[in-house]
């Protein structure tokens, strides 16, 4: 068990609840968590089983970027994204791991130069000692992550998750057995990692077919005859599997299934895939004008950009942290009347209006920091000294 305690600066002696206390830490100071120091690998871990990173946008360069994955992560930093700024600090109080959530490699490079530009600040990260990771769209749509982080912080209720999908982290395995090996295929692919659904294993569906083959010269079948149409009873064999496990699971398929050519098939499982957006309900009797200014207070004052009628009622509300213009039309099909997101356009936004859609930007950084917020505690139970560069503002309008 690891005890977390707040430095006295930090402290707020009317609360009992730790992680009130870590919250209200905001975005300065030093965590730190009695226990034994952790590995990157182990931190990148523990990230993962929260916000799994599978479930990142495909084209989202998460995960460790820099660094040594078996070295220590005794002391670590968050940021909001790896600034000039975050980089200077760094280099004169270095941390083992920085986690920031915004890459700071997003585009491939061929050179590591010293600069201030990305690949610049990442040899200069290096050269400090210190390993870069980096926990993006995965954390957005994890539970607890940065859309409901950003819905909770506006007071939404009975939240529900919508479009765009990002990645699945399972997958579902079908294949076509017969009944006496079905057995022993699913123990080979449990042994694997397939087949666990929360606290239970060896979880499959069976369900009776008849499958047909011709086996052709040199073949040696283990049902039928070689030469002939062959039809024969089998069973169509299913179960989930996670996708970083995918190659080992399909390879203990192979081994253990009886037939020379084994069929089956792999699917996404949709249901399983993470949703970037949260729509909800308001208080009743709310209207454009009073929901901008709960985000402007929710969201410590952001400049605001509005657009339709102050007066209009509103009942349902959408979020998107970050970048949301791509998917107000999503949100429309949701049942949002208002969507609460930043970057918005000129023609984005007219588009949304001509759709009846009220509009409400605050900006792309202030959309993030609530969740960032959450991240930092998740951070800060995970490493003995946590420190946060997060008052090392990123919002480059201020």
């Known amino acids: 068990m690891i005890e977390i305690s707040i430095a006295p600066p930090l402290q707020s002696p009317q609360s009992s609840d730790p992680e009130a206390e ?11 968590c009695v226990g034994t120091a952790p590995t990157i690998s182990d931190v990148l871990r523990s990230l993962g089983e929260r916000a799994p990173w599978q479930k990142a946008g495909s084209w989202d360069p998460v995960g460790l970027q820099l ?16 600034t000039e700024e975050t980089v200077r600090v760094l280099e004169v109080e270095p941390v083992d791991l920085l986690v920031s959530y915004h890459p700071l490699l997003f585009e491939p490079t061929t050179r590591l130069v010293a600069g201030s ?37 506006l007071g939404l209720e009975d939240v529900q998750g919508f479009a765009p999908l990002f990645g699945p982290d399972t997958l579902k395995v079908v294949t076509f057995v017969p009944a006496a090996s079905a057995d022993d295929v699913l123990d080979a692919v449990v042994r694997a990692g397939a087949g666990a659904i929360g606290n239970y294993t060896h979880c ?53 299934h009886p037939y020379e050519e084994p069929a089956f098939d792999v699917y996404d499982r949709r249901g399983d895939a993470g949703l970037l957006g949260r729509v909800g309900r308001i208080p009743p009797g709310s209207t454009l004008a009073s929901l901008s200014k709960q985000v402007t207070e929710a969201l410590d004052d952001p400049p605001l950009r509005v657009a339709g009628d102050p007066s209009r009622p509103l009942e349902r509300v959408a979020v998107l942290p970050g970048s949301g213009g791509d998917f107000l039309g999503a949100a429309a099909d949701a049942g949002a009347e208002a969507v609460v997101t930043g970057d918005l356009t000129h023609h984005r936004a007219r588009a949304a209006l001509d759709r009846g859609l009220c509009l409400v930007d605050p900006g792309h950084a202030a959309t993030e920091r609530p969740g960032l917020q959450q991240l930092f505690v998740m951070l800060a139970a995970l490493v003995p000294e946590c420190r946060s560069l997060l008052d090392l503002d990123s919002d480059p309008w201020g």
Do not use: K, M
């Open 22 to 32: 870590l919250l209200r830490a905001g975005s300065r100071g030093i965590i730190a």
């Open 204 to 256: 499959s569906y069976r369900s009776e077919g008849v499958g047909t083959f011709f086996a052709g010269a040199g073949t040696q079948p283990v049902a039928g005859a070689s030469g002939a149409l062959n039809r024969e009873p089998e069973l169509r064999l299913e179960f989930v599997a996670p996708r970083a496990r995918e190659a080992a699971v399909l390879q203990a398929l192979v081994a253990a």
């Open 117 to 153: 530009d990305p690949p610049g600040r990442a040899l200069r990260l290096l050269q400090a000692g210190i390993a870069l990771a980096v926990v993006h769209t995965n954390f957005d749509v994890a539970a607890g992550g940065t859309a409901d982080a950003l819905a909770d912080a």
């Open 67 to 82: 660094g040594d994955p078996t070295a220590s992560a005794a002391r670590t930093a968050l940021c909001h994204e790896v």
